[in-house]
């Protein structure tokens, strides 16, 4: 009787798996309605709003991501964002004027930018199509512009069934 070795074809390939999802920032995302700050939730008096503005609690977001946005039928100063902004600068870790969506747009393109992407350089890189996390589209775009100059192959999806995008 002779000795099967088992091999690992995969593991011995070279193959660099990337999964976006481990960039995601960690951390509680938090909306702000300007709405909220509104008077009859349709005008911006400035008296009321500065004092609505000093009656928030930063504490409440500490290392939280922020998004502002107004949901009322309101022409809004940009000034309002600005004293938003400065209220709660030094506790959130980010804010952005937007949705959630936009939050987390911001959020991936920030992370994908800093990512240090040398232990790629020269490989062959398997980004994993899927993932717990929400990530967005736009996030997978630049991932492709970063790793492009750098890698030997790209190719997206899972080990044993993936989509070759480029070879150099």
Avoid at 21 to 47: A, M
Avoid at 131 to 157: C, H, R, T
Wanted: glycine share 4%; proline share 3%.
């Amino acid at each position: 009787m002779s000795d099967l070795e088992i091999k690992n074809k995969i593991a011995e390939s070279g193959l660099v798996n990337f999964d976006l999802s481990q960039l995601v920032p960690k951390g509680k995302r938090i909306g702000i309605d300007l709405k909220d700050f509104l008077f009859e939730e349709l005008i911006l008096k400035e008296k009321d709003f500065r004092e609505k503005i000093e009656n928030i609690n930063a504490e409440d977001y500490k290392d939280c991501y922020v998004y502002i946005y107004n949901s009322a039928d309101a022409i809004v100063p940009l000034w309002a964002y600005f004293l938003l902004t400065a209220k709660l600068t030094e506790t959130a870790k980010k804010i952005v004027f937007g949705n959630r969506e936009d939050l987390e747009v911001l959020l991936m393109h920030n992370a994908v930018q800093t990512y240090d992407f040398t232990e790629m350089i020269g490989k062959r890189v398997l980004v994993k199509g899927c993932s717990d996390e929400s990530i967005p589209e736009n996030a997978y775009i630049e991932l492709v512009e970063q790793l492009k100059p750098l890698v030997k192959s790209l190719m997206f999806g899972e080990a044993c069934s993936n989509v070759p995008i480029f070879k150099n």
